[in-house]
């Protein structure tokens, strides 16, 4: 037989498997697909956390459907943007459970955007797992509300908690405290977490200050802030304002001894590129890190593929901040639907509720209240960070953990003045 026979024998052989799979694979996915739906903002000031969070989903999406879908059904993702702006929330998350009748809820992201949401939840009696969203459920204890997101117990005070035990570490130590958060839900409730936080180890306020959420610029509180002559500076506040912050900070020469806290902005690769050593000195509180993803199963290989996908999309690269998160909790909603073969949400919850789950976030349980069992949160310091660079932060040799003692990598360069060198 010719080498053309034999090459066209092997075309249709090839041919062949490839349609035996694809026949399989409809047919293990018959029937209506399984609808997701989440509520992100893509546009707006959330946008940068939230294109991470639709790109995580979209590959656990593909994930699961390359295995055969959910109970035998593939499954399709609905999202809409709410433009962040938390007034449109509630809107989207009706629309999803009474017109697109989704069979199951993910999201939204963020505090801001979770709060307005849950009472729509809580009134259609319906299950989500809210996205990096901090102490929602403490006054609903609503039993359908999950968090995917490492504060653990520790609630709001896990975005200070660490920073004041490392301030009460210093030596010499500090004494007074300015608190600068944004007239919002997320920063109020991490200003509310510092005082309690601070309180413990007996430093003393003296400066403590909100601003509307559309400030653009900061210079005058940061004037107000460098008066005040606080030794600890703590900001909360999300990512466009932090941008805003620490370029007037250092336009007028801001040295305290210790600056940083809940600056989500510096979470987002792009901005750490963007602000380079003018981050230098910024301690921070972060969910995940490079040394944490190299302990987690399945979490470097994510990754892996979500950044060649973040890339391709010209989105934030390395995504370590939401991704897993995002991913987790597809991974979750997996899991309770397969085990429970079911699409009922008190169904879901209830196995939630009592079972362990092991995801490229970690290994964790659900508390009463929906948060994790147990917190994993980490603080960071900006060292030596260069100009103009995305593959330092690969590593996380610019920025090493200071706090917990057991993940530590890296000592403080103390006072802030003395990282900026």
């Keep these: 037989m010719s080498n053309v026979c034999w090459n066209a024998l092997r075309a249709c052989a090839a041919a062949l498997v490839v349609s035996l799979f694809a026949l399989s694979t409809a047919s293990a996915q018959s029937g209506k697909p399984i609808r997701v739906g989440a509520g992100l903002a893509l546009t707006g000031a959330g946008a940068a956390p939230s294109k991470v969070i639709q790109t995580a989903l979209e590959i656990w999406r593909d994930d699961v459907n390359a295995k055969g879908g959910l109970l035998g059904r593939p499954v399709e993702l609905v999202i809409y943007d709410d433009q962040s702006s938390p007034a449109n929330v509630p809107g989207l998350y009706t629309k999803l459970i009474t017109v697109d009748k989704v069979d199951l809820l993910v999201g939204p992201y963020g505090t801001n955007f979770v709060a307005p949401a849950l009472p729509t939840l809580i009134q259609h009696n319906k299950l989500t797992i809210s996205i990096t969203a901090i102490g929602i459920n403490r006054q609903f204890n609503y039993d359908k509300y999950f968090s995917m997101l490492s504060v653990g117990p520790d609630g709001i005070n896990a975005f200070s908690k660490g920073f004041f035990e490392i301030a009460a570490g210093l030596k010499p130590r500090p004494q007074t405290v300015a608190i600068l958060a944004a007239d919002a839900e997320f920063a109020r409730s991490c200003a509310d977490g510092a005082r309690e936080e601070l309180k413990k180890h007996g430093f003393k306020v003296v400066y403590d200050q909100s601003y509307p959420p ?168 900006f060292q030596n960070v260069k100009p103009s660079n995305l593959d330092q932060f690969r590593t996380g040799e610019v920025q090493p953990i200071l706090w917990p003692s057991e993940f530590k990598t890296g000592n403080i360069i103390y006072p802030y003045s003395d990282a900026r060198k």
């Design 214 to 381: 559309a400030t653009t610029d900061f210079s005058p509180v940061m004037r107000a802030i460098q008066a005040s002559n606080a030794d600890i500076v703590y900001i909360g506040a999300y990512p466009p304002d932090n941008v805003g912050i620490i370029r007037a900070a250092n336009e007028i020469g801001l040295k305290p001894k210790l600056f940083g806290g809940a600056m989500i902005g510096m979470l987002v690769t792009p901005i750490k590129v963007q602000l380079g050593p003018i981050a230098n000195g910024l301690v921070i509180g972060e969910n995940m890190t490079p040394a944490a993803v190299a302990k987690i199963p399945g979490s470097a290989d994510f990754l892996k593929r979500y950044t060649a996908k973040a890339s391709a999309a010209g989105i934030d690269p390395l995504g370590f901040a939401w991704g897993p998160f995002a991913y987790a909790a597809g991974q979750t909603l997996a899991k309770a639907v397969t085990e429970t073969k079911s699409l009922d949400h008190a169904k879901l919850a209830d196995y939630m509720h009592k079972t362990k789950f092991d995801t490229v976030a970690g290994s964790f349980t659900f508390g009463k209240d929906g948060e994790w069992s147990q917190s994993r949160q980490f603080w960071t310091q």
